[in-house]
């Protein structure tokens, strides 16, 4: 059975939750964790890409080991 494990960036640790396809998009869902002891901004430009036409971060302020969602739209 396959595990969702957490990519470490340093002091993010990222998994992709959910894969949504539609005919002219794909919505990923990813699951953020702040491994530091501070207060993590978080900001759309971190994860814009080529391809990317819209990204939502549900909770931008990221507390010491709080975890939230970020959507990104291809």
């Known amino acids: 059975r396959y595990e969702k494990k957490y990519v470490d960036l340093?002091?993010?640790?990222m998994r992709r939750s959910?894969?949504?396809?539609?005919q002219n998009f794909i919505g990923e869902i990813f699951v953020l964790k702040n491994l530091t002891n501070q207060v993590l901004?978080?900001?759309?430009?971190?994860?814009?890409?080529?391809?990317?036409?819209?990204i939502k971060i549900e909770k931008p302020n990221l507390l010491p080991d709080e975890i939230?969602?970020?959507l990104i739209i291809n």
């Open 10 to 13: 340093g002091d993010l640790a």
């Open 18 to 22: 959910t894969v949504y396809k539609g």
């Open 41 to 54: 901004d978080l900001e759309e430009k971190i994860f814009a890409k080529n391809g990317v036409k819209a």
């Open 68 to 70: 939230t969602e970020i």
